[in-house]
């Protein structure tokens, strides 16, 4: 049996992803506005042979009124990958830009550019964008339904594609004797006319010779695994347990082969923390410290982001009150239930599950040793529960620098990770090679 490798995302989100992660004494809060924090940020990963570091994006304050914590802002992930791509020669650069509040011409003209610019680092996190708030941000009373959503991020993704393959590979001539620059015939208008777009055409970026953007998405509804599994090479989860992750992988692979796509070339990295020390004991410790830093009334506000519901108003000692119903989540429908698996698994109350949600996004956290953590991670990986990881520092530098300096080389004497880069371009690192490069 051929040897599977792990694919490493560091998931770069401000001070780091534990809700209090910023103010660690080991986080850099200070300088999280300025350009060297995140280019040492993915130089460190790139050191560590990570495939890709990935920025999110949101297109409001999140969460609203509760501005103590570091999730409120988000910086334009172009600008920012694009200061990091000079900065870097193989890791590979992946920016969420949402299909409800932009348009297919402009993400395909970014995407093409950074992709061209990078030699061939670049992959789109495609999201729909599901807040009342970015509604509001954007000339609308409120946001689009779920069905509604995918159904444009559908026609829009369909769109972008072929913008990129406007221009044949070859159409570039630059001839110097004869004053060609480009063959005409081989750029072509693409006239689409749809139900939500009509774009003419061509995209005024070349082609690239080393591919198409990745593209990536996290869709964990039934709509938005279906979405995913048609649509992304690289698909983020948020799985609780190594179960749930085997489930989800297995799920997105056979729905994947009955769109005639080759299950191997859709990668699926589950989201997980790491919380790393010597021993247990101390592993345990450093988690307890981070769980003293979380005011319980914001975790509770951030949790109530996430149910759609005020529960500021709920006895955080009692459990969670009996009145939600998926079919009323307008955002995103996979992370409400697995909010809902935590709480009815756990026994939790209401103030023990926002503490939970604000460590870890209901994403898997892994508390224990360099060696435990490391043999978890190739576990998942040969028991079909993951491709690989979308790795969430609890705060940054600190928690990146005890997982690539303690966790990585674990992992690369067992042979499930690189310990140098085989390729230059995303593409190459993930294997996957040409299904979206064909041309219609």
Request: charge should be negative; hydrophobic fraction near 40%; aromatic fraction near 10%.
């Amino acid at each position: 049996m051929t040897q599977k490798n792990l694919i490493l995302s560091l998931f770069l989100d401000k001070a780091g992803h534990d809700f209090a992660g910023w103010r660690h004494p080991d986080a850099d809060s200070d300088n999280l506005f300025t350009l060297d924090y995140s280019i040492n940020l993915a130089k460190a990963a790139e050191a560590a042979k990570f495939d890709m570091v990935f920025l999110a994006d949101a297109l409001t304050l999140l969460p609203e009124n509760n501005t103590a914590y570091t999730t409120t802002f988000q910086l334009e992930p172009i600008v920012l990958l694009s200061a990091i791509m000079a900065h870097t020669t193989h890791v590979g650069l992946t920016a969420t830009v949402s299909t409800t509040y932009t348009d297919p011409y402009h993400v395909a003209r970014k995407f093409a550019s950074l992709n061209l610019l990078s030699r061939g680092r670049a992959a789109w996190n495609i999201v729909t964008s599901m807040r009342e708030s970015e509604a509001r941000n954007f000339n609308l009373e409120k946001a689009l339904s779920h069905e509604a959503r995918y159904e444009r991020a559908d026609e829009f993704v369909d769109v972008v594609k072929k913008l990129w393959r406007s221009w044949e590979p070859d159409a570039l001539v630059l001839d110097r004797a004869s004053g060609q620059f480009a063959d005409d015939a081989k750029v072509r208008a693409i006239h689409h006319r749809g139900k939500h777009f009509s774009v003419e055409g061509a995209l005024n970026v070349p082609s690239s010779a080393y591919g198409e953007p990745v593209l990536v998405q996290a869709g964990a509804s039934g709509v938005g695994r279906e979405f995913a599994a048609r649509t992304a090479d690289v698909i983020f989860a948020s799985v609780v347990n190594r179960e749930a992750g085997q489930a989800f992988y297995a799920d997105i692979k056979q729905t994947a082969a009955k769109f005639g796509r080759n299950p191997d070339h859709i990668k699926i990295l589950p989201g997980f923390i790491p919380v790393i020390g010597d021993t247990f004991a101390e592993a345990k410790e450093k988690k307890a410290f981070l769980e003293s830093q979380v005011l319980p009334v914001a975790a509770i506000r951030y949790l109530s982001q996430w149910l759609e519901t005020d529960l500021s108003a709920f006895d955080p000692d009692a459990p969670l009150p009996d009145i939600f119903d998926i079919d009323k989540i307008k955002g995103q429908k996979g992370r409400f239930q697995n909010i809902m698996k935590i709480a009815n698994d756990d026994k939790l109350n209401l103030g023990q599950l926002a503490a939970r949600v604000a460590a870890t996004r209901t994403h898997h956290s892994m508390v224990g040793t360099p060696d435990f953590i490391a043999d978890e991670m190739a576990n998942w990986l040969q028991t079909n529960a993951c491709d690989g990881f979308n790795v969430l520092p609890t705060h940054f530098p600190g928690g990146l620098n005890e997982f690539t300096e303690a966790v990585v080389p674990r992992l690369q004497s067992k042979g499930v990770f690189r310990t140098e880069y085989a390729d230059s371009t995303l593409r190459g690192h993930l294997g996957i090679p040409g299904e979206s490069l064909q041309r219609r």
